[in-house]
């Protein structure tokens, strides 16, 4: 019954000659393949989901707006947030203005909202920075939080890290922001100030350009880290009345309505709850829309790894082929002997078919354990890689989130991994196993 796999685990044993040293290396062949697969499938998998729980944890689930300009905000914004299943709701203003601090000018995108309460402010309050604590600054868990996420009056403005740390900004200092909006304003100020009859009439426009221009002075009450580096070097956080002053909105006036569910994996569940809620000019959106196509870019990558990587596989197939069509040329006696014997084609051929599943089963087990091994060390690794070479393996200004190198093993991946190597394996030994049960005995035999 054990007569193929006796004689295929014998052919494969070392015994120091030249195809013992083409079985290791086919076997290295499959191993490194499901080795590099399985750590890039699980670091592309886990950079997807950094991005998932950073924009969860921090953008809103549910945007709804007009296009434009949504009037009478508080009549949706009370329908929505009697809902169930409903977090939290705010109307927002956003945009972009200019910002100066201690005479360095730059253009963050702000978001008026209302302050946060309950559950949604503990909830920002989790993603502020903190600094380290001078009695234990080796544990992250104990670090200071920089400030609160407080937006409770008009002059207060809660920065991301990135903005912080660009233009050394601390928690109380003073920011002063111009709305784009007042550039319209001030040139048509300027045709009417240069048309003017007397100097009284320039006068009069010169003052009415000031107050136009006077910007709106907040102070910082917090620094936030949302994970995600675009969200962090480029948002302030203000309240929805200085959104308002900035953008010359009435206070019933906004840019749309952000809602956070219970869930945000049923996001489209509450889109649908949404369209049947609000009249038929309100455009909802998830937020796996709005980030669409970041995700998009991801998903793709990882399809081109898979492809790419699948390749490796295919040359160890190659090898483990070479291996058994030498194998099988080197032992024609013995198949020429065994046929003599009574041994049936389909007995031979199982010989050189359980070589390749023997090399497969090793290749396999062998390459998923240094993955395991690769993705436990993976950050001390990419550690040692960026002080020795200078390499910046997973840079947070490139990639958009931090936290190290992200990793996620899924079992559909390992599943998928391990079926394909174990298959091209079984498929590359089938040509010597065909060529092997095809040899006649008197011929196999007279070849010695």
Known sequence: MFFSPFLASRYLKPKRTFV????????????????????????????????????????????IDSGGILGNWPEPYEKIKAMEGIVSVTPYVRGQVVMDFQGLRSAPMIRGILPPEGEELERMRDKLAKDPDPKDPLNPKKGIPRGDFSVNDPYSAVVGDGIAESQNIRVGDKLLLYSPRDIDSIMKSLETVEGAADDEGRKQGIDEIKEMTAPQEVTVTGIFDSGHWDFDANIVFVHLETAQVLYNFD???????????????????????????????????????????????????????????????????????NTMITVTFQKRSEIGLLKALG???????????????????????VGLLLSQVTLYFRNDMAGWIG?????????????????????????????????????????????????????????ALRSE
Not at 43 to 57: A, M, N, P
Not at 255 to 274: C, M, P, S
Not at 356 to 362: Q, T
Not at 390 to 397: N, P, Q, R, T
């Open 20 to 63: 013992s040293i083409i079985t290791v290396i086919s076997i290295l062949g499959v191993a490194l393949g499901v080795w590099l697969l399985a750590v890039v499938i699980a670091v592309f998998t886990g950079y997807g989901e950094r991005i998932k729980e950073s924009i969860l944890g921090f953008e809103p689930h549910l945007v």
């Open 251 to 321: 206070l019933d006036e906004c840019h749309g309505i952000a809602v956070r569910t219970d869930d945000g994996f049923k996001a489209n569940e509450y889109q649908e709850k949404l369209h049947g809620l609000l009249p038929q000019q309100f455009r909802i959106l998830t937020w796996v829309q709005m980030h669409k196509l970041i995700f998009d870019a991801v998903a793709a990558e990882r399809q081109a790894m898979y492809l790419i990587l699948f390749m490796i596989m295919i040359v160890g197939g190659f090898c483990i082929m």
């Open 343 to 365: 041994a049936r084609e389909e007995q031979v051929a199982w010989v050189f078919l359980f070589q390749g599943v023997l090399v497969g089963l090793v290749g396999v087990v």
């Open 387 to 443: 002080s020795t070479f200078g390499v910046d393996l997973f840079s947070a200004e490139i990639y958009k989130v931090d936290g190290g190198l992200p990793a996620k093993q899924t079992t559909r991946d390992l599943v998928i991994i391990s079926t394909g190597a174990f298959l091209a394996c079984t498929i590359a030994s089938l040509v010597p196993a065909l060529i092997a049960a095809s040899l006649q005995p008197a011929k």
